[in-house]
T-cell receptor, first 111, second 112 residues
Framework: ELKVEQNPLFLSMQEEKNYTIYCNYS?????LYWYRQDPGKSLESLFV?????AVKQEGRLMASLDTKARLSTLHITAAVHDLSATYFC???????????FGQGTRLTINP | KAGVTQTPRYLIKTRGQQVTLSCSPI?????VSWYQQTPGQGLQFLFE???????NKGNFPGRFSGRQFSNSRSEMNVSTLELGDSALYLC???????????FGPGTRLTVL
């Protein structure tokens, strides 16, 4: 059974600091997704990572994938308050459109 | 392009009742998946439909069912509601397998 684990689950940080969210998964996967969820809102797609060594960047967020270690990271550079949200990684095996989500990391960025 | 829409947005039911939720995918998307989100269990996959056929099902009891119509719109039904069914139900659509899923705003179901 595929398991996806994120850490930390809660992260409170100061603006302008850098931090990383980790996502470990238990079995080989075709693709890994990162989503953002604001309180009371739906999930917004951030990145999809398809192959070993893949790196994607958008603004202050950068995601990477190491399929050998079964690890993805979401790195936040020089955080700003607008990035406060819950971030989920999700793994889809064999393109089955059956996402298995991590627990989510609730990120709070304080001025 | 319009995003995924879900109706209703909020719903209050009592135990034992049944409920039907509706999802309209992004135009051109043929795959529709449903997820349940609760504080305790997180986000869990319910089922996925493509061209009116259920291709995948999660580990939920038979009280949870769904269907997809020829225009790709989908409905899910929960019968004999239990308190534990209170959750945010999210629908996601994608063009096909192995494509990014785009989520709708969700239907928040409260069972009293």
């Amino acid at each position: 059974e595929l398991k996806v684990e994120q850490n930390p689950l809660f992260l409170s940080m100061q603006e302008e600091k850098n931090y990383t969210i980790y996502c470990n998964y238990s079995t080989t996967s075709d693709r890994l997704y990162w989503y953002r969820q604001d309180p009371g809102k739906s999930l917004e797609s951030l990145f999809v990572l398809l192959s070993n060594g893949a790196v994607k960047q958008e603004g202050r967020l950068m995601a990477s994938l190491d399929t050998k270690a079964r690890l993805s990271t979401l790195h936040i550079t020089a955080a700003v308050h607008d990035l406060s949200a819950t971030y989920f990684c999700a793994v889809d095996m064999r393109g089955a459109q059956k996402l298995v989500f991590g627990q989510g990391t609730r990120l709070t960025i304080n001025p | 392009k319009a995003g995924v829409t879900q109706t209703p947005r909020y719903l209050i039911k009592t135990r034992g009742q049944q409920v039907t939720l509706s999802c309209s995918p992004i135009s051109g998307h043929r795959s529709v998946s449903w997820y349940q989100q609760t504080p305790g269990q997180g986000l869990q996959f319910l089922f996925e439909y493509f061209s009116e056929t259920q291709r995948n099902k999660g580990n939920f009891p038979g009280r949870f069912s769904g269907r997809q119509f020829s225009n790709s719109r989908s409905e899910m039904n929960v019968s004999t509601l239990e308190l534990g069914d209170s959750a945010l139900y999210l629908c996601a659509s994608s063009p096909d397998r192995a494509d990014t899923q785009y989520f709708g705003p969700g239907t928040r179901l409260t069972v009293l």
